[in-house]
């Protein structure tokens, strides 16, 4: 299994600016901002522009951890990016830490690619790092003594792994797992249409389960018009640990636990 390991503190541009640039194919490097509340929840479906997914609210969250499979990317007109990630932070609050993979279609071609990022830092993506749709990938977020974080970004197919060591403020108010229309140039852009986004095994603080994890919020991603939704989450699986999210207005079916 090859193994990269990072130590940077949160302010370090030079080691930002030597990690970071657009991936092949992208038109820019993608950030991936904190929850954009849209209008009223409805049928039990907060909604977003930037996010889908779930995310828990109401205890202290020190570690998240989360799998998924790469999604892949459907051929549309006009350049396309869409986002898969794990992060603590950013539902009500504007610190968040994160990691996760993008899937884009831009100038005819798909790419694929892993990151971490620490808001209010943009996106570095990992280097080196292989990243094809349906990797199995699975991103775990942890807090050491003080302010002091881990990230392991793990790809169980190709047998790589990432960790980034890193010191980090955060108010550990939230945890989530996010399928995302990620932000170019400060702004959103259209989501890439994808397969399904399943998440899976996804706990915090050690080994409590989505669905024990707090207040629960499942988020729906909507578009400026009315009626225009663009992604979808599905109610938890069976264990309560899983989740899918689908292109569109209609929930898919979750993940078989």
Known sequence: MRRITLTVAVGSLAVSAALAGAPKGAAAPLSHSVFRHVGAANAGLEHSSNWSGIAVTGQVYTQVAGSW???????????????????????????????????????????????????????????????????????????????????????ATESEVFTKNLTYNSGESSA????????VGGSIVDIASTSNADFDHGTVNGSTVIGSAGTQHRIQL????????????????????GFAVADGSKAPKPPAS
């Open 222 to 241: 909507v578009g400026a018009a009315p009626g225009d939704t663009k992604a979808t989450p599905s109610k938890l699986d069976t264990d309560k640990d």
């Open 69 to 155: 499979k790469v999604p892949t990317v459907i051929a549309t007109p006009g350049n396309r990016y869409a986002s898969d990630w794990v992060g603590i932070g950013g539902y009500g609050s504007g610190d968040l830490i994160q990691a996760g993979t993008s899937e884009q279609y831009t100038g005819g071609h798909a790419s694929y690619n892993a990151w971490t990022e620490i808001l209010p830092q943009s996106e570095v993506v990992i280097p080196g790092f292989t990243v094809h749709p349906g990797d199995a990938m699975t991103v775990d977020i942890t807090k050491g003594s003080g302010n002091a974080w881990k990230i392991v970004v793990t790809n």
């Open 176 to 183: 989530e797992w996010i399928h995302e229309a990620p932000e």
